[in-house]
Nanobody
């Protein structure tokens, strides 16, 4: 089992920045790829970023590429999502997940409880 706890969400103005953190406990963190997903009200959960277990390979959808950056510290069992130039359409509950390196929710086994990000003036 892996337990994931997100933090760092909140209210930010358009153009602002936030950094989300996701702390893992349980099984070996470095064995898992980590992903960030988001879900807005009435919409499906969508892929935001992924990072490979070791080596630093990352992947982003076009909607956040160049604005968001995922990183991980395997010594702290923590994955981060740096979000810059935030837009109103980035408003959602953000979830971190552990599993296979993929853009698909079905390839991630463990999920956090989510943290709310609201971008509004």
């Amino acid at each position: 089992q892996v337990q994931l706890v997100e933090s760092g969400g909140g209210l930010v103005q358009p153009g602002g920045s936030l950094r989300l953190s996701c702390a893992a406990s349980g099984r070996t963190f470095s064995a898992f790829a980590m992903g960030w997903f988001r879900q807005a009200p009435g919409q499906e959960r969508e892929f935001v970023a992924a990072i490979a277990p070791i080596g630093g390979n990352t992947h982003y959808p076009d909607s956040v590429k160049g604005r968001f950056s995922i990183s991980r510290d395997n010594t702290k069992s923590t994955v981060y999502l740096q979000m810059n130039s935030l837009k109103a359409e980035d408003t959602a509950v953000y979830y971190c997940a552990a599993g296979r390196y993929s853009v698909s929710t079905s390839h991630y086994t463990y999920w956090g409880q989510g943290t709310q990000v609201t971008v509004s003036s």
